[in-house]
């Protein structure tokens, strides 16, 4: 993966799948195509819209080219079947909790509870996985995202928080399932989804994916929206030593810290809510899946309400934690039960008044899928995902507004 700003046209036939998935804009930026086809065929680099986006350097070959196809959040995100106990709004769902990392450090430094980190490290140290797959900061590019392989608790902790900056977890698959190691795996939605579809062609990557952990996921800024926050902030991508978006308290502030000493920070409404969220690339604004429904857990912010509306107001942290599989909610269960993990339960109903944009999301996804594909002529396909039934939830008049609101993006928007 390359994360100096290229000219993503392809230098292949511009006709490849993973071209014109990437030209219509339904690229999620996860990486699969590049371990699909070898890096020496497909690289990801940051596009000029400030996108991780494939860069085809030599033709494929027929099998790559299937199993993309099969892989692709991009060409197609699927459940095999509609199963008992599939929520309208939630998908897949075993058990909901809300709770903490009893950690106070990985708590603090965590994005909302550190729940994640919490059973992230409870794995390591229980033997469960030889180690954990997870996006941290570059080490050498304080806002380059890239894939570590965390074996220890100063691992996980460095990984903590999130990054609101495009990922490719995935485009390093190859080297994790070389490992041939147990291990657990931390991503966006769509990065599990392509992981899952991944792991019915990889026998070893399927034996050794011992959880799939995700977050809920509002969509992915360009690093541009990163850049924009820190010219607001005063500063810029030269001078920094470290960024991060949030964490540090919860929700935590964005915070330069420039390499001559300076510090710069603002408050998560004004970094995420009036900067970052208006740079998410349109794959994300039309996706099926804003909250993991292919993981074994999934954590999210536990937001406490106000009005109505989420408050954002500084406290210890609170992650969602949704247990989607046997595994995961064995997993999470064992987790409380070594004590590294404090959580109670929740109604189902809850979890709304926490994730109202997602609620939005589920319902007017269908409607956005179809306007994307009479703009676009093309849209990737989404089965068994609930979706129509999610859209007779939604009030009508705001869905069909919504809806024509992004055929316009969709016929204005460059990628
Ligand atoms: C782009 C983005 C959008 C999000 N949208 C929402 C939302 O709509 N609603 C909501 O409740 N939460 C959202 N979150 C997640 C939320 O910020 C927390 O991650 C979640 O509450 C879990 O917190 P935690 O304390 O359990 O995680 P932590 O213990 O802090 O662990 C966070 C984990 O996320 C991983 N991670 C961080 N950034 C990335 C990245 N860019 N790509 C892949 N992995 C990453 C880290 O490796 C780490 O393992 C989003 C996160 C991101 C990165």
Redesign the pocket.
Known sequence: MNQAIHDASPVADPAEPVMQVARNGYCTGCGACESIAGSDTITMRTSRGGWLRPTVLKPLSEHARAVIRDVCPGMTVRHERIEAGHHLLWGPLVAVRAG??TDPA??R????????????LHLLESGKVAF?A???VSRTDPLA?EL?ISRNRAD?LR?????????A?LGRLREIIALDQPFAF???PC?IAALRRYALHDARLKANLVCA?S???????SILGTHELLKKLGTSADELKTFR???DG??GMARAVTRDGRFFQTDYNSSWGTVLNRHLQFRCKICPD?TGEFADIV?????YGKDGYPDFTERD?R??LLSRTRTGEELVRRAIESGAIEADDLPVDDIAQ??P??VYRKQVVWGRRLAARLARGSAPAYTNMGLFRAALSARPVSALRDAIGTFRRAKGEKQ
């Open positions: 903490h990392s990985l708590r430094q965590g994005s909302s509870g550190g729940g994640i980190s919490a059973i992230a954990v997870q996006i941290a995202n570590q996980i990984a903590a928080g999130s990054r609101y900056a495009p990922s977890p931390v991503g966006k990065d952990i977050f809920m996921c509002a969509g992915v800024p978006y949030r964490g919860w929700p804003g954590c999210a912010d536990a937001w942290g992650s969602l926490m994730q944009y997602q």
